[in-house]
């Protein structure tokens, strides 16, 4: 009788013991199949999120560096500004996906009637802007833009403004505002048509978003304006010049090396400037996802390694159970690679049939995992890969695990194992 015969016809007779092996195979491959589209939907939202969080790096004045003068307005620092050409140049560095600058100005705004806007804290702090979106205020999470647009290189007199100085001064979208940089020197006057409306997201009394000159001013006189809008505001006055230049890159992990390239440009005296990062939005998105896969991946790995030990146990005692047969294989002149094999083809029979179900079934199981573990269903999904790398490492493992089980057994000589069973 060929031992394919014998295999099938032992896992029929032995039908509970069968099913029992079975209902082990299909619960544990329907896991780790879930397991591995959950870890996949688990990357995907990583790579996802690399790109869409805002990380950026922000190239300001050093003025520990540099000298300082006095002048009609008290002492000024006379360390050199960034340029259009530095920023450009910066922007070129693969990886960089847009810009942005900040020229700041301490304007008063007048609405179309020629009244002073009201506010609840004296003061603006308008930053003019290339595109508003790569500012740090909106990168950051600070800041939310809930109405219109961002400003464009291509906008001329566009203006943001927060949601707060909109409502306590009925304006909205489309309305015109006039600024004045220093009304009491006769500064030009510059028209600017409201394009978009910020919430603040962020708490201002946060030690974290207390910084440099910003802090004097409350968040809801923030505004932003185009950058020629900002320059024609500080025409013939002496215009200081660009003090900081955000960058947004691509890939949020790519953000230190991005950075080790910008440093490498001679042209630039980095003597002259610091650059700091601002992904404290993708570190802490990063963290939870990481987190979460890590738990993911121990998850499978505990599952595989307590369900091998399962496996090895019923095996085990299954083959114990087998002496006798085991004794009488061996005495009729069959090998015992020839018996461990016959012990192997039962194993496998069983996963042949256990390993497509599985597949099925974890098909319809991975989605109502995948939301324990905060992921849509829809985006779990077990593909072929999958399966293909289960079968064959399973396959493998079961192997293996017949192997161990037969070690106590295949280790005596027949008439050994005949004799204990006297």
């Known amino acids: 009788m060929s ?8 896992s029929a007779r032995k039908w509970k013991k069968t099913l029992l092996v079975f209902c082990l195979l299909l619960a544990i491959t329907t896991l780790v199949l879930s397991g591995l589209a959950i870890a996949d939907a688990q990357e995907e939202q990583a790579e996802k999120v690399r790109g869409t969080t ?20 008290g002492s000024y620092s006379t360390q050199e500004f ?20 900040s020229l700041i100005v301490h304007e008063d705004f007048f609405n179309e009637d020629g009244e002073a806007l009201k506010t609840e804290r004296y003061g603006f702090y308008s930053y003019g802007s290339y595109n508003s979106e790569y500012n740090a205020m909106f990168l950051s999470g600070r800041f939310e833009l809930v109405e219109g647009s961002h400003i464009t290189e291509d906008m001329e007199n566009g203006l943001i403004i927060s949601r707060d100085l909109a409502d306590w001064n009925g304006l909205e979208i489309g309305d015109t505002l006039t600024g004045i940089y220093y009304p009491e020197s006769n500064t030009p006057a510059v028209d600017m048509e409201i394009v978009g409306i910020f919430d603040i997201v962020a708490d201002k009394d946060d ?70 990062t601002n992904d404290e939005v993708y570190q802490n998105i990063s963290s939870a996802l990481s987190d ?34 085991t004794g009488i294989l061996l005495a009729v002149g069959i090998a015992k690679p020839a018996v461990i094999l016959q012990y192997v083809l039962e194993t496998l029979l069983i996963a042949v049939v256990a390993f497509p179900l599985a597949y099925l079934s974890s098909k319809q199981v991975a989605g109502a995992l995948g939301t324990l573990f905060g992921k849509a269903a829809e985006n779990v999904i077990v593909t072929p890969e999958h399966f293909m790398l289960v079968a064959i490492v399973g396959g493998v493992l079961l192997v293996a695990a017949v192997l161990v089980s037969s070690i106590s057994t295949m280790r005596l000589k027949p008439k050994q194992i005949l004799a204990q069973m006297e």
């Open 3 to 10: 031992l394919g015969i014998r295999a099938i016809l032992y």
């Open 54 to 73: 805002g990380a950026s790096f922000t190239v300001e004045r050093n003025l520990s560096t540099g000298g300082w003068s006095n002048g009609s307005g």
């Open 82 to 101: 960034i340029s259009e050409d530095m920023i450009k140049e910066i922007a070129s560095v693969d990886g960089i996906a847009g810009y942005d600058a």
């Open 207 to 276: 030690a974290v978003n207390l910084y440099d000159n910003a802090s004097y001013f409350d968040y809801s006189n923030y505004t932003f304006c185009s950058m020629e809008a900002a320059e024609g505001l500080l025409e013939g006055w002496g215009s200081d010049g660009i003090s900081e230049a955000y960058f947004y890159v691509s890939d949020a992990a790519q953000l230190d090396s991005v950075i080790e390239e910008v440093k490498k440009i001679s042209s630039i005296n980095w003597n002259n400037f610091n650059i700091t």
């Open 292 to 325: 979460t896969g890590t738990l993911i991946t121990t998850l499978i790995i505990v599952i595989t390694a307590v369900s091998m030990v399962l496996i090895i146990l019923i095996l085990s005692m299954s083959i114990r159970s087998r002496k006798r047969e």
